[in-house]
């Protein structure tokens, strides 16, 4: 399995990113998928799931309105729309999937939102 996230940048409050993560090593449209994000001196917490065909979505309580996540499954890839960006969503955010009963992570993509 092998999760390569991509996408982010150092962006002002207000401002949209679209994250990517191009998933491989598995079948990934038989898979539900998730982002999570790690604050600095944090621990890492869900931020959004999509279920294998993309008819369940669910993002947490604090970015709802704000996050999308969507996936391709042709393209292998998942996303994270982000809109309208505050300060407390700087962390490196990671996609996720549960493969043969593991966890498995990218190694994470930067988003920094700063005044």
């Known amino acids: 399995v092998q999760l390569v996230e991509s996408g982010g940048g150092l962006v002002q409050p207000g401002a949209s990113l679209r994250l990517s993560c191009a998933a491989s090593?598995?079948?990934?449209?038989?898979?539900?998928m998730r982002w999570y994000r790690q604050a600095p001196g944090k621990d890492r917490v869900w931020v959004a799931s999509i279920n294998e065909d993309s008819t369940l979505t669910n993002v947490a309580p604090d970015v709802v309105g704000r996050f999308t996540i969507s996936r391709e499954n042709p393209k292998n890839r998942l996303y994270l729309q982000m809109n309208n960006l505050r300060p407390e969503d700087t962390a490196a955010y990671y996609c996720?999937?549960?493969?043969?009963?593991?966890?498995?992570w990218g190694q994470g993509t930067q988003v920094t939102v700063f005044s």
């Open positions: 090593g598995f079948r990934f449209s038989e898979y539900a």
């Open positions: 996720s999937v549960t493969y043969d009963d593991n966890y498995c």
